[in-house]
């Protein structure tokens, strides 16, 4: 029997020298590459790649036995031009005083080091990192990222990404010591009482932009008549929405009244009035040819999963394959949103589709994994994969992953399942939320007979 074979080339990619690793497509070989230490998948390159090291042959030919290396050459990054002492990586950050921010460019393969800063996010539109400018995260660069192999050049600018006419944040004087000490707090106190990660992110951010409103103002001495005028004078004025204003409202009251046990008529702050949106409903029909046009087991099996059973990206991503009982046909929703749990019944189509792909794929923990074994699947690449298909069935749409959970529950009202049921399904505490999708199905407004079907035109 014939050894596989791997091509070896050179490769340049985000930032950095790699080895590229190219085969045909083998399953076992496929399993016995991703135990390689520091192996990754490039979907641009379609190929797996390591950091180039000067053993790499040896190091790549002792772990992979049975395999022939082709193509093996010396690679082209150890010019003797170019001293091996030479940083391998450039981070370049500019530094914004008048905005109290960082915005930082770095290779792709350090962003779990800069995603540590406090205040760290992405910006996808213009790919930079964006986090605080304070002397924490200055050290933090200085001690534990940058090295002999990563050379970080830090520049005085007046570049933002802070518009002008509507974001408020450039106005705003840097957060000071006390309050970062005050909004740390929080975070564990947030933390501790098992809020979601979701929630201490979007508290944590809310309490550090009313912070720095307040910087020159000592936190015991704001008052009702302080909020009320950050109220009006930060998100009425610059144009947030009432979705904005109602998390500001939430987190500045968990703050002080939950956190700090202060009551200075809190409660009687009125929060904003806010419309109804309708959630968009996908048609049954391009749903199902959405879903039948997948060939990629792994992705079918994700995003039927979504639909057939109406959860959140979270729910999905979260499910474990000891969640999944195949004898009572039921699968378990742990830990949902509000930390409730329930049961599903599992439909006989997905039962058979995740039979399938358990045999196939061979998951390890979560039924979902991601890149390597073990590891949950990332919700960024949930959402490509869903606007790849779909633009497949639908050329230009509006849709969002979470469409797929509205479209099983109007789905479900249209066939006429009683309102109480759905609500079981999604997990809605109220049956407030679910009523939403009575404004959305078809079902009885069809046999409404229009005055103008009787016009003669």
């Not at 379609?46 to 093996?72: A, E, G, H, Q």
């Not at 707090?185 to 809020?195: A, C, N, T």
């Not at 912070?211 to 005028?229: A, H, L, M, N, V």
């Not at 789905?411 to 939403?436: A, C, F, P, Y």
Request: hydrophobic residues 35%; aromatic residues 12%; glycine residues 4%.
């Amino acid at each position: 029997m014939s050894l596989p074979v791997i091509t070896l080339k050179n490769l340049v990619h985000r930032g950095g020298n790699h080895v590229a690793l190219f085969f045909d497509y083998d399953d076992s070989l496929i399993s016995r590459v991703k135990t390689i230490k520091g192996i990754r998948w490039s979907q641009s390159n379609k190929c797996w790649y390591i950091s180039y090291r000067p053993d790499y042959f040896d190091y790549l030919r002792n772990t992979l036995d049975n395999v022939r290396f082709k193509d093996f050459v010396k690679p082209v990054f150890e010019s003797p031009e170019e001293p091996q002492t030479a940083p391998k990586y450039l981070i370049e950050i500019r530094q914004n005083e008048q905005d109290g921010l960082l915005y930082i460019k770095v290779p792709f393969i350090l962003k779990e080091e800069i995603r540590k800063l406090d205040g760290a996010r992405w910006h996808a539109a213009s790919k930079l990192w964006v986090a605080y400018d304070h002397p924490d995260n200055l050290r933090q660069i200085a001690e534990k990222i940058a090295s002999t192999e990563v050379k970080v050049n830090i520049e005085k600018s007046t570049f933002s990404l802070l518009k002008s006419q509507k974001d408020a944040y450039q106005y705003l004087n840097k957060l000071k010591d006390v309050h970062r000490k005050e909004v740390k707090d929080f975070e564990s106190w947030l933390v501790q009482k098992r809020y979601s990660d979701n929630t201490v992110k979007t508290y944590k951010g809310c309490m550090v932009v009313f912070f720095r409103y307040f910087s020159e103002k000592p936190i015991e001495e704001i008052g009702t008549k302080d909020i009320e005028q950050f109220n009006f004078d930060f998100i009425i004025r610059h144009g947030y929405s009432s979705k904005t204003q109602n998390q500001y409202i939430s987190a500045i009251k968990t703050f002080f009244i939950k956190m700090k046990g202060t009551h200075f008529e809190l409660n009687e702050i009125e929060r904003p009035i806010e419309g109804r949106r309708l959630p968009k409903v996908i048609p049954i029909e391009d749903v199902q040819a959405f879903l039948a046009g997948i060939s990629n087991i792994k992705h079918k099996t994700a995003l039927t999963i979504i639909y057939s059973l109406g959860l959140r990206r979270s729910e999905l991503i979260n499910l474990k394959i000891e969640d999944i009982d195949f004898k009572r046909d039921t699968v378990g929703i742990l830990n949902a949103k509000g930390k409730k749990d329930r049961d599903l019944p599992l439909p006989g189509k997905l039962k058979k589709l995740l039979t399938v792909y358990l045999r196939q794929v061979k998951p390890q923990v979560w039924v979902i994994e991601g890149q390597f074994p073990g590891t949950p699947y990332s919700p960024t690449s949930l959402s490509n994969i869903f606007h790849k298909y779909l633009g497949r069935v639908i050329k230009i749409h509006n849709f969002t992953l979470h469409s797929l959970r509205h479209s099983y529950a109007t789905h479900l009202l249209d066939m006429g399942v009683d309102l109480r049921i759905i609500q079981e399904l999604l997990g809605h505490k109220s049956s407030k939320t679910t009523e939403i999708y009575t404004h959305v199905s078809m079902r009885n407004l069809k046999n409404v007979k229009n005055p103008i079907d009787g016009f003669e035109l």
